[in-house]
């Protein structure tokens, strides 16, 4: 299953952005990749969406087209 943090922080101002986003069911299988997950600054309230990412895609060797 898919963590999404429950808090990120802000790039503009670095405080708390709290995330407005309520988790799917686990019945529903969590978060997928591609969700937008919002978040809400507590600092200069702005509003920062972040796509979901697949774990198994950056676990990939960086190089595995060297592979022979
Ligand atoms: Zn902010």
Known sequence: MIEVPDTITCIDC?????????????????????DIVAYRCRG????????????ADSAQPPSASDFR
Do not use: F, I, M
């Not at 709290?18 to 591609?34: A, C, I, K, N, V």
């Open 44 to 55: 200069c309230n702005d509003r920062w969406d972040l796509v979901v990412e697949d774990p």
């Open 14 to 34: 670095g405080q708390k952005a709290h995330r407005l986003t309520y988790p799917p069911s686990e019945e529903d299988g969590g978060w997928q990749p591609g």
